[in-house]
T-cell receptor
Framework: EDQVTQSPEALRLQEGESSSLNCSYT??????LFWYRQDPGKGPEFLFT???AGEEKEKERLKATLTKKESFLHITAPKPEDSATYLC???????????FGKGTKLTVNP | NAGVMQNPRHLVRRRGQEARLRCSPM?????VYWYRQLPEEGLKFMVY????????ESGMPKERFSAEFPKEGPSILRIQQVVRGDSAAYFC??????????????FGEGSRLTVL
């Protein structure tokens, strides 16, 4: 069964303090790994898709990387508006469904 | 361009009643997905539909739950004879093509069901 484990569950940073979120996964025949952002009371918002080990994607202060067993979401010089829950999901080849982790709740203090 | 619209945003039902959740996908999107988020749990896939067809319902409980996406009108997730364990946030997502191409799903803001 496909599994996604995210760590830490919660992370508090000071504004400007860079860090990384981890997503470990087990899936048979990875089709893609996805990062989403979810604000309280809202639906998830798509950030990145990664397809193969070694791939990297960047968007503003966020950079996602992928290996054969895990993905990292690096946050450089975060701002308070980056506070949110970050969700990782995997998709198995031949399936349309995404399997989500429980998320990492990030809080950035000014 | 309006996003994915879900209603109601909040729904309270007593045990044994029926809950109907509606989802209007983004304009031009013909693929709809329903996910459930239980407290302290991750999003769980329920069902994937295209217009008038259920493509994958492997995440749907076998009893009491049903979904449809008619040719005209919104997609409906129906829960009959609700129980307290059905209390959760139900999210609908849409895409213009099968999500496998990019994994980019556009989510609504969810419908939060509380069963008393």
């Amino acid at each position: 069964e496909d599994q996604v484990t995210q760590s830490p569950e919660a992370l508090r940073l000071q504004e400007g303090e860079s860090s990384s979120l981890n997503c470990s996964y087990t899936v048979s025949g990875l089709r893609g790994l996805f990062w989403y952002r979810q604000d309280p009371g809202k639906g998830p918002e798509f950030l990145f898709t990664l397809y193969s080990a070694g791939e990297e994607k960047e968007k503003e202060r966020l950079k996602a990387t992928l290996t054969k067993k895990e993905s990292f979401l690096h946050i450089t010089a975060p701002k308070p508006e980056d506070s949110a829950t970050y969700l990782c999901a995997v998709q198995q080849g031949g399936s349309e469904k995404l399997v989500f982790g429980k998320g990492t709740k990030l809080t950035v203090n000014p | 361009n309006a996003g994915v619209m879900q209603n109601p945003r909040h729904l309270v039902r007593r045990r044994g009643q029926e809950a109907r959740l509606r989802c209007s996908p983004m304009k031009g999107h013909s693929h709809v997905y329903w996910y459930r988020q239980l407290p302290e749990e991750g999003l769980k896939f329920m069902v994937y539909l295209q217009k008038e067809n259920i493509i994958d319902e492997s995440g749907m409980p076998k009893e009491r739950f049903s979904a449809e996406f008619p040719k005209e009108g919104p997609s409906i997730l129906r829960i009959q004879q609700v129980v307290r364990g059905d209390s959760a946030a139900y999210f609908c997502a849409s895409s213009p093509r099968a999500s496998g191409r990019t994994g980019e799903l556009f989510f609504g803001e969810g419908s939060r069901l509380t069963v008393l």
